[in-house]
């Protein structure tokens, strides 16, 4: 028996040459190549509209401290989607159909984070914007690319699906936090303008799918 045939299987059990090693690997590197052409292509002609949002941030939001405070606290809170489920669940507290509407709400925000995390980003693998200014407070830097913006599809996500059959001070008051979330992805330069914009259409898309598709009573 030649070395090779007695050689034992490694720590995992696996052989590193398995079909699903073999997968994870392309998939691993589909991920963190450059962009394809088309996508470098595409975000090319986003360029300009993204530098005039940018420069309208620097111009009045950034560096004001009240501001800064508001939106690095906002990004933060929102990560993993954290925001909307803490408010789902409050909610929930209030009666069977408000808790049914959080469960809905928490589960098709893991549908939407995998397709927006390991579909698109994927597929685009734009690079993320190099901000030209030192950040004021703490911000957790993802590992993900950057189109289209998670933080951005899972607040629209979730403010179609917490505000339907509400009236419209609610509906105000649920998409204006969206917008507020998804702003602050601009405003502390973790996305490009194009991105967040990107990640507002999957959301409402998503949300208003689901909304069709898993009927609340």
């Not at 394809?36 to 940018?54: I, T």
């Not at 309208?56 to 993993?80: C, H, K, W």
């Not at 390991?118 to 690079?127: D, G, H, N, Q, T």
């Amino acid at each position: 028996m030649s070395a090779a045939e007695s050689a034992p299987p490694d720590d995992h059990g696996a052989d590193p040459h398995s079909p699903v090693e073999t997968v994870i690997e392309v998939v691993d590197e589909v991920r963190t190549g450059p962009p394809p052409p088309w996508s470098k292509a595409l975000m090319g002609h986003l360029d300009g509209f993204d530098h005039a949002v940018d420069a309208r941030f620097d111009q009045y939001l950034r560096g004001r401290a009240p501001i800064d405070r508001v939106m690095y606290s906002v990004t933060e809170l929102a990560d993993f989607s954290l925001l909307w489920h803490l408010l789902g669940a409050a909610r929930g507290l209030r009666s069977d159909a408000d808790a049914r509407a959080a469960v809905r709400a928490s589960a098709l925000l893991g549908v939407e984070s995998t397709l927006v995390n390991a579909v698109l980003k994927s597929l685009f693998r734009r690079e993320r914007p190099i901000p030209d200014f030192e950040r004021p407070h703490h911000l957790r830097i993802p590992l993900t690319t950057s189109f289209p913006s998670g933080h951005a599809s899972a607040a629209f996500c979730a403010a179609t699906l917490l505000s339907e059959g509400r009236g419209r001070a609610a509906r105000v008051g649920w998409f204006g936090l969206a917008g507020l979330v998804a702003s602050s992805r601009v405003h502390v330069k973790i996305h490009h303008a194009s991105d967040v914009l990107g990640g507002v259409a999957v959301g409402l898309v998503v949300g208003q799918v689901a909304k069709r598709v898993w009927r609340l009573r």
